[in-house]
């Protein structure tokens, strides 16, 4: 195991000069650059340049690539230019706004999934099986801003029991009871909204893996051994389900950090996915660059945690 994981650590290091390169690649491509979307008519292309040679954008693509690749091997991801401070500290300021409300809806969407997906292959072709298929299909079908406006209208204009959107209300005393509970409302709805669009795979998944395992051999032997259904379905069949699930786990952890772009801008939750959609349009090549490569990082470690977790639930895997 440990030769294993070493192994894979090591395969790591072209892979992400990989992505390294193409990612640049890519940047590079995109017209424009910070100077021209920022749109300022007053300044004159004597200034722009040299706001350029300040920024380094004036040089050719392959020597920014190389400098910019040297400071990241140094942890130097490099300074906003939207933000003027660093990247690490402009990412530290944003990125647990947004695993807050990634963290409870992983929570709930597994908590959905696995009960849904179970009773659903238990009750297979039944009225809840029907319904609950409906509800995830509706889910995943419609688009994730549309949802959000949807229970903004419902819970926030209409009802007008949770808050528009933001993460506090102003005027809050910071570490106080009422500011915890404050925070809880801001983040109901993306938190909501977020659980809505990820349990549907997820429910159908579980449904799959529990709809092969109580028609293996052993699932009819325990039944004939008298066992309770309660016990046959939630102690043999539910365990045995869920270790091909045990790897999706791997494949959460970017998603906890990475933010969600377009339910941040919806909510005016202060996330980083929001933060990540800006600099895109700023042309903001540091911070698009150094979280690009944080986001590539957590997914390549997320891939190694999969198989890790894979080989350690199911002794009939051997990693080589």
């Given at each position: 195991m440990k030769q294993y994981i070493i192994r894979r650590l090591l395969q790591l290091i072209p892979t992400l000069i990989g992505i390294s390169i193409i990612v640049f690649a890519i940047s590079a491509m995109v017209p424009g650059d910070y100077i021209t979307a920022k749109q300022n008519p007053n300044m004159t292309a004597e200034k722009a340049q040299q706001l350029r040679h300040i920024?380094?954008?004036?040089?050719?693509?392959?020597?920014?690539?190389?400098?910019?690749?040297?400071?990241?091997?140094?942890?130097?991801?490099?300074?906003?230019?939207?933000?003027?401070?660093?990247?690490?500290?402009?990412?530290?300021?944003y990125v647990w706004n947004s695993f807050i409300i990634a963290?409870?809806?992983?929570?709930?969407?597994?908590?959905?999934a696995i009960i849904a997906g179970v009773f659903s292959a238990k009750f297979q072709y039944s009225l809840f099986d029907k319904f609950v298929t409906l509800f995830i299909f509706l889910c995943m079908?419609?688009?994730?801003?549309?949802?959000?406006?949807?229970?903004?209208?419902?819970?926030?204009?209409?009802?007008?029991?949770?808050?528009?959107?933001?993460?506090?209300?102003?005027g809050m005393e910071p570490g106080s009871w009422a500011y915890m509970?404050?925070?809880?409302?801001?983040?109901?709805?993306?938190?909501?909204?977020?659980?809505?669009?990820?349990?549907?795979?997820?429910?159908?998944?579980?449904?799959?893996?529990?709809?092969?395992?109580?028609?293996?051999?052993?699932?009819?032997?325990?039944?004939a051994k008298g066992l309770k259904e309660r016990t046959v379905i939630f102690k043999h069949a539910l365990r045995n389900a869920l270790i091909p699930a045990i790897t999706l786990l791997g494949f959460e952890l970017p998603a906890l950090f990475?933010?969600?772009?377009?339910?941040?801008?919806?909510?005016?939750?202060?996330?980083?996915?929001?933060?990540?959609?800006?600099?895109?349009?700023m042309r903001d090549y540091p911070f698009m660059l150094g979280f690009t490569i944080f986001l590539a990082v957590l997914t390549l470690i997320g891939n190694l945690l999969s198989d890790v977790l894979y080989g350690m639930a199911d002794p009939r895997i051997r990693l080589k």
């Open positions: 920024y380094g954008l004036d040089k050719p693509e392959y020597q920014r690539y190389f400098i910019w690749a040297g400071n990241m091997l140094k942890g130097n991801m490099g300074d906003s230019l939207q933000h003027k401070q660093p990247v690490t500290k402009v990412i530290g300021n963290f409870f809806s992983l929570i709930f969407s597994w908590l959905i079908s419609l688009p994730s801003f549309f949802i959000g406006l949807l229970v903004i209208k419902i819970f926030a204009l209409e009802w007008g029991i949770l808050p528009v959107g933001g993460m506090t209300t102003a509970v404050d925070i809880l409302k801001h983040m109901f709805l993306p938190t909501l909204v977020l659980t809505m669009l990820s349990t549907g795979s997820l429910t159908r998944y579980f449904r799959t893996g529990m709809l092969e395992v109580i028609r293996q051999d052993y699932i009819r032997t325990a039944r990475g933010g969600a772009m377009i339910l941040e801008k919806v909510f005016v939750w202060p996330g980083v996915g929001q933060v990540y959609l800006e600099s895109i349009s």
